[in-house]
C-alpha cells in the first residue's frame, strides 16, 4: 500500500470511530428517554432532587443497604446553578417551582464535570470552586 492509500484509510477509521461513538451516544439517549416515560409533565424541586439522588444510589460496602448519593435537598435549594436549568426556565405549578420532563431529563446527566458548559448554556455564572471541578 502506498502512502496516500494508508493515510485514506486512516481518515475512513477515524470517521468510522466518530459515526461508532455518535451511534452510542444517540442510543444511551433514547434508552434515557425511555425510562423516564412515566414522569409527569413538570416536576418540583423535591422530585427532580429525588430523582437524581437515585441516580446516584451506591450499595454500602459489606452490605445490602442502598445509600443516596449526590448532594442534599437544602444544597439544591441554595445553589440554584444546581437546579435544572441552573434555576431558570421554571413555571410555577401549584404555587411551586417547576422544571418541564425534558429539561429534568437533560439536568439528570449533568455530573460537577459537565457543569460549566451546562451554566454557560443558560448564561450562568459559576463559583470559582464549581469552575475547578467542572474543568
Same mark, same amino acid.
Given at each position: =500500500? ?7 484509510? /486512516? ?13 452510542? #451516544?444517540?442510543?444511551?439517549? &433514547? ?12 416536576? +418540583? ?6 430523582? #437524581?439522588?437515585?441516580?446516584? $444510589?451506591? #450499595?454500602?460496602?459489606?452490605? +445490602?443497604?442502598?445509600? =443516596?448519593?449526590? $448532594? ?5 435549594? /441554595? ?12 413555571? =410555577? ?7 418541564? #420532563?425534558? +429539561?429534568?431529563?437533560?439536568?439528570? $446527566? ?8 451546562? &451554566? ?14 467542572? $474543568?
Amino acid at each position: =500500500m502506498t502512502e496516500n492509500e494508508n493515510l485514506i484509510l /486512516q481518515g475512513l477509521q477515524i470517521g468510522i470511530d466518530r459515526l461508532a461513538f455518535e451511534i452510542a #451516544k444517540q442510543r444511551q439517549e &433514547a434508552e434515557s428517554r425511555g425510562r423516564y416515560d412515566d414522569l409527569p409533565e413538570w416536576l +418540583d424541586l423535591e422530585q427532580v432532587v429525588a430523582l #437524581k439522588r437515585g441516580l446516584c $444510589a451506591t #450499595k454500602k460496602r459489606g452490605g +445490602d443497604e442502598l445509600t =443516596m448519593g449526590g $448532594a442534599s435537598l437544602n444544597t439544591y435549594r /441554595q445553589k440554584l446553578f444546581l437546579q435544572p436549568c441552573c434555576g431558570l426556565n421554571y413555571k =410555577m405549578v401549584g404555587g411551586r417551582r417547576c422544571w418541564c #420532563k425534558e +429539561d429534568v431529563i437533560a439536568w439528570l $446527566a449533568i455530573t460537577d464535570e459537565g457543569l460549566k458548559a451546562y &451554566a454557560e448554556k443558560y448564561g450562568v455564572k459559576l463559583p470559582d470552586i464549581y469552575i475547578e471541578r467542572s $474543568a
